[in-house]
């Protein structure tokens, strides 16, 4: 029943979009006190690229929690081709910002590897679900 899917799907997401979101806020609002707790004073210098991290968890646990209905619809092939647009973007980006940036290039690289597909995502989501679609007594 696509409509018992789509209350659950959204109710689901819903829920790992607020966890994720206050994870992803913690990281970036006291990355130094998060690697001080965690690490210690030696990787102290690591917080700029834990702040990137922490937005880019929140989008990987997104972008991983939403495909789920494909897969259980039997839509593979289409969170193949999203995983394929996530490693082109990676593997085009990851060099050239590594050698302008550093690590905190390839924290970038890495983020905008999750982000730019996420229309692509939304799409076959709402596709799938038929989202927008009235249900038919």
Same mark, same amino acid.
């Given at each position: 029943?696509?409509?018992?899917?789509?209350?659950?799907?959204?109710?689901?997401?819903?829920?790992?979009?607020?966890?994720?979101?206050?994870?992803?806020?913690?990281?970036?609002?006291?990355?130094?006190?998060?690697?001080?707790?965690?690490?210690?004073?030696?990787?102290?210098?690591?917080? $700029?690229?834990?702040?990137?991290? /922490? +937005?880019? *968890?929140?989008?990987? #646990?997104?972008?991983?929690?939403?495909?789920? @209905? &494909?897969?259980?619809?039997?839509?593979?092939?289409?969170?193949?081709?999203?995983?394929?647009?996530?490693?082109?973007?990676?593997?085009?980006?990851?060099? $050239?910002?590594?050698?302008?940036? /550093? +690590?905190? *290039?390839?924290?970038? #690289?890495?983020?905008?590897?999750?982000?730019? @597909? &996420?229309?692509?995502?939304?799409?076959?989501?709402?596709?799938?679900?038929?989202?927008?679609?009235?249900?038919?007594?």
């Amino acid at each position: 029943d696509i409509g018992r899917l789509r209350r659950a799907y959204f109710k689901s997401v819903g829920i790992i979009f607020v966890f994720s979101f206050l994870c992803a806020l913690i990281l970036f609002l006291f990355p130094r006190q998060v690697i001080l707790i965690a690490l210690g004073n030696k990787w102290i210098s690591a917080a $700029p690229v834990l702040q990137v991290l /922490g +937005i880019l *968890g929140m989008f990987r #646990a997104l972008s991983i929690s939403v495909v789920h @209905p &494909l897969y259980a619809l039997r839509k593979q092939k289409m969170v193949t081709l999203i995983m394929i647009c996530n490693l082109a973007v990676l593997g085009v980006l990851i060099v $050239p910002f590594v050698m302008r940036w /550093g +690590i905190i *290039g390839a924290a970038y #690289a890495a983020l905008l590897g999750t982000i730019l @597909p &996420l229309p692509l995502i939304c799409y076959f989501v709402y596709k799938t679900l038929e989202v927008g679609k009235h249900e038919r007594a």
